[in-house]
C-alpha cells in the first residue's frame, strides 16, 4: 500500500538533505554577514561632528555627479552612492560635499532588479513545469498499476 507522504522519498536521503542545510547555511551567512558589515560600515562612516547640510538649509551648487577614483578613495561622501553634488550651506556659508543618488545610477539599478525578477520567474516557470511533468508521470504509472491489477 502506498503511503499518501506528499514530501517525495528523494528529499528525505540524507545527501539532499545535507545539501539543503548547506545551502541555507550558506544563505543565512550571507544576510547575517551582510546586516553585520552594514552595521560596521555605518558606525566607521559617521563623522564626529554632523554636516552642515543637516543642521540647516542648503542650495546645491553643483548637480549630482559620478565620484571619480580618486574622490571616491579620500571622500567619505562618496563611498555610499559613488555619487556626489556640492552643496552650500546658508547660515554658516560653507561648502560641503553630499552624497545623492542618480538618476542613472536609479535606472540601472531598476533594469537590474527587472532582469533578476524576470530570471527567477522563468527558473521557478520551469521548476513547476518539471514538478507537473513528474506527478503526471506518478499518476499515470499509478493508474497502469491500478489497472494491471485487476
Keep these: 500500500m502506498e503511503s499518501d507522504c506528499r514530501i517525495p522519498v ?29 552595521e560596521d560600515k555605518t558606525a566607521a562612516v559617521k563623522p564626529a561632528v554632523a554636516p552642515c547640510w543637516q543642521l540647516e538649509e542648503f542650495i546645491v551648487t553643483t548637480a549630482c555627479s559620478e565620484c571619480n577614483a580618486f574622490q ?12 556626489v553634488e556640492r552643496v ?15 538618476a ?6 531598476f533594469w537590474k532588479f527587472e532582469a533578476a525578477m524576470l530570471a527567477l520567474t522563468l527558473l521557478f516557470a520551469v521548476l513547476v513545469v518539471v ?17 494491471e491489477s485487476i
Design 10 to 38: 528523494v528529499c528525505c536521503r540524507p545527501r539532499i538533505l545535507v545539501l539543503h542545510a548547506l545551502f541555507w547555511g550558506l544563505v543565512s551567512l550571507r544576510v547575517f554577514g551582510a546586516a553585520l558589515l552594514s
Design 72 to 83: 571616491t578613495k579620500s571622500w567619505s561622501s562618496c563611498e555610499l552612492t559613488g555619487y
Design 131 to 147: 514538478r507537473q511533468r513528474w506527478l503526471d508521470r506518478l499518476a499515470s504509472e499509478k493508474v497502469r498499476r491500478q489497472i
Design 88 to 102: 552650500n550651506c546658508t547660515k554658516s556659508n560653507k561648502e560641503e560635499h553630499k552624497s545623492c543618488r542618480s
Design 104 to 109: 542613472v545610477m536609479e535606472d540601472h539599478l
